[in-house]
């Protein structure tokens, strides 16, 4: 198997581990008997467990952007564009609840002592940065009000779909699409130009 398979394999049973029973389920004998391997195979990929952690917590939070962005019609207007990005986002809790509760505890557990929110703003600095293009672009065609920085409604459209997440995790009786509904309605309403349709 190839490093970066191996990697892959190592990451996505911490994953699977913290997803079905949080963090302190996802020991490093735990991982490598889910992966089907011995646990000195875990160090020559990972300096420790704290880095193998952080690793699954990254390729879960990939593999989130992945799902809510694949197959997303860039050239949609923005009010279809972000309304089907938000319902796709919706619908995580149900397709990949493990990759929400690994993230949600790795970050947790590797928070800053002093409560600085640097190290979450800067695993989530790539994404806003793609975010904000896309709102650019969509400032450039006239679908957002041009009035507002595409950098700070990037860090607003995130943080309104974790929120919703959280929620949507946290209570399985809510309904994913009317949830995502309001949030469209919400951050669309706001943010879209009533120039255009």
């Given at each position: 198997?190839?490093?970066?398979?191996?990697?892959?394999?190592l990451?996505?049973a911490?994953?699977?581990?913290?997803?079905?029973?949080?963090?302190?389920?996802?020991?490093?004998?735990?991982?490598?008997?889910?992966?089907g391997?011995s646990?000195?195979?875990?160090?020559r990929?990972?300096?420790?467990?704290?880095g193998?952690?952080?690793?699954?917590?990254?390729?879960?939070?990939?593999?989130?952007?992945?799902?809510?962005?694949?197959?997303?019609?860039l050239d949609?207007?923005?009010?279809a564009?972000?309304?089907?990005?938000?319902?796709r986002?919706?619908s995580?809790?149900?397709?990949?609840?493990a990759?929400l509760?690994?993230?949600?505890?790795?970050?947790?557990?590797?928070?800053?002592?002093?409560?600085?929110?640097?190290?979450?703003a800067a695993?989530?600095?790539?994404?806003?940065?793609r975010q904000?293009?896309?709102?650019?672009?969509?400032?450039?065609?006239?679908?957002?009000?041009?009035?507002?920085?595409?950098?700070?409604?990037?860090?607003?459209?995130?943080?309104?779909?974790?929120?919703?997440?959280?929620?949507?995790d946290?209570d399985?009786?809510?309904?994913?699409?009317?949830h995502?509904?309001?949030?469209?309605?919400?951050?669309?309403?706001g943010?879209?130009?009533?120039?255009?349709p």
């Amino acid at each position: 198997m190839s490093p970066d398979a191996r990697r892959e394999q190592l990451e996505r049973a911490a994953i699977d581990l913290i997803g079905s029973g949080g963090l302190s389920a996802a020991t490093a004998e735990a991982i490598a008997e889910a992966a089907g391997v011995s646990k000195g195979l875990l160090w020559r990929y990972y300096d420790n467990l704290d880095g193998l952690m952080i690793a699954a917590g990254r390729r879960a939070f990939a593999a989130l952007e992945s799902a809510v962005s694949v197959d997303v019609d860039l050239d949609a207007p923005a009010t279809a564009l972000f309304t089907s990005a938000i319902h796709r986002a919706a619908s995580l809790p149900a397709t990949h609840p493990a990759e929400l509760r690994a993230i949600r505890a790795i970050g947790a557990a590797f928070r800053p002592d002093d409560g600085d929110a640097a190290a979450r703003a800067a695993e989530y600095r790539a994404l806003h940065r793609r975010q904000a293009d896309l709102l650019r672009r969509c400032q450039e065609r006239g679908d957002i009000r041009t009035d507002l920085d595409p950098d700070l409604l990037a860090i607003t459209y995130q943080g309104m779909v974790d929120t919703m997440l959280d929620h949507l995790d946290a209570d399985p009786t809510l309904d994913p699409a009317a949830h995502a509904d309001h949030v469209a309605a919400v951050f669309l309403g706001g943010a879209a130009s009533d120039v255009r349709p």
